[in-house]
């Protein structure tokens, strides 16, 4: 059963980064904090930035950049956070940047968002400087 679900993962992770789809990561050994690129906003499925994770770039200069998490097969599934970029970003609980929020400043990150905001991501903005949050 395990081999048949990494196989989907794997096929479907392919499907899309071939059709520009932000990723959610799937290795043979999930990810960690260190898998997270210098530039991206990174959004992990478990507290301590481990389990599947959703990366986007977060080195925007010319507009306010929205991803919605269901796109990813990641909506409601956010534990911890890190945003390695030189811009602010915030996490949404509704898609297309709706409802309640919480800023994720430049530079920084949270091993664990909380009981209340476990698990309730369903959208990103990055911003265009580290002063939008």
Request: hydrophobic letters at 40%; proline letters at 2%.
């Amino acid at each position: 059963m395990k081999s048949v679900r990494h196989r989907t993962v794997s096929l479907l992770l392919t499907a899309a980064f071939g059709a520009g789809i932000p990723l959610v990561t799937a290795p043979d050994a999930l990810a960690a904090s260190g898998d997270c690129a210098s530039t991206d906003v990174c959004l992990f499925d478990n507290e301590n930035y481990t389990g599947f994770m959703f990366a986007r770039d977060a080195y925007w200069d010319q507009q306010v950049a929205t991803w919605n998490l269901s796109v990813a097969g990641f909506n409601d599934r956010m534990s911890s956070w890190i945003n390695n970029g030189p811009h602010d970003a915030r996490w949404f609980w509704g898609a297309n940047a709706t409802g309640g929020s919480e800023c994720m400043n430049s530079s920084s990150r949270n091993s664990y968002v909380g009981w209340y905001d476990n698990d309730e991501a369903s959208s990103i903005q990055v911003y265009t400087d580290a002063g939008a949050c």
